[in-house]
């Protein structure tokens, strides 16, 4: 799990102080745009990383300098500010990935990343207007899989989780089945691991927040049960998950004076290392 932080955009948490507010990267803006391979050989359709679907992947054999790259290119120029990927292996082939947007004549780079692990990815940045964007992995040892990549702009809840959260350090859905001995001596175990589920509960948030066109589309992305990117505490932990709904649906409800609501989300997520 990587949360990258372009330096101006720290800059701009640390003012706005909402630097370890929980968010939620939930709309990718790319639906509208094409994705297609510009680096390697394709061996799986671009389209594929686009669907927020996690078993079926982009797959590109690297070209003879071991590079691939998958080009998002828009119908016209659009703002973002995050970059997202889940459900890769650019860990297990030993990539180091590149997010880029065309500048009108030449391809710039706003973060780099060489995974050390298969978790979700998200590259967050001061807003970029542009047009074509890039994911490069250069040095790769053999094909590369990507199933998630989403461009847009990140939603940043208006209040902290303070307690009450229990992070998924290792994958927490765990199946076991022991094998235990007439004389009751443990024998060995067949270990099942289908990621994790977490719960969060968010309170105090005020009502125009909750009832903005911005947290009301990922609400109702939320309930239709699509994939989103979830952060806890972005700059102290690492903790990102690429998660779905796991139960009920997000019904906001007031819970507090000077009308402040809450609600409950739980959360089943890729967590695959």
Request: charge should be negative; hydrophobic fraction near 40%; include cysteine.
């Amino acid at each position: 799990m990587t949360v990258l932080i372009e330096t101006a955009k720290a800059v701009e948490l640390i003012a706005a102080g909402t630097t370890n507010n929980p968010i939620v990267f939930w709309n990718n803006e790319a639906t509208s745009a094409t994705y297609s391979t510009t680096t390697g050989t394709e061996v799986e359709s671009a389209a594929l990383a686009a669907t927020g679907t996690t078993y079926d992947a982009w797959v590109c054999t690297p070209n003879v300098s071991n590079d691939v790259a998958i080009l998002v290119a828009f119908p016209s120029n659009v703002t973002i500010n995050a970059i997202g990927l889940a459900a890769h292996n650019i860990a297990d082939v030993g990539g180091r990935i590149l997010f880029q947007y065309h500048n009108g004549s030449s391809w710039f780079t706003i973060g780099t990343e060489t995974p050390p692990d298969n978790q979700a990815i998200l590259c967050y940045f001061s807003d970029v207007t542009a047009t074509d964007w890039r994911i490069k992995v250069n040095d790769v040892t053999d094909d590369v899989e990507i199933a998630i990549a989403f461009f847009g702009n990140v939603l940043t809840l208006p209040q902290r989780i303070y307690q009450g959260y229990a992070p998924p350090l290792t994958p927490n859905n765990v199946i076991l089945q022991s094998n235990v001995s007439q004389g009751g001596n443990l024998l060995g175990a067949l270990v099942s691991r289908r990621g994790s589920s977490l719960s969060a509960n968010i309170e105090h948030l005020p009502a125009n927040f909750v009832r903005g066109s911005d947290f009301t589309g990922f609400m109702q992305h939320h309930n239709d049960g699509k994939g989103f990117f979830w952060a806890w505490r972005p700059t102290k932990y690492d903790d990102l998950f690429y998660a779905w709904r796991e139960g009920a649906v997000i019904a906001p409800s007031n819970t507090g004076p000077l009308d402040l609501m809450g609600f409950n989300m739980g959360l089943r997520c890729y967590d695959n290392p």
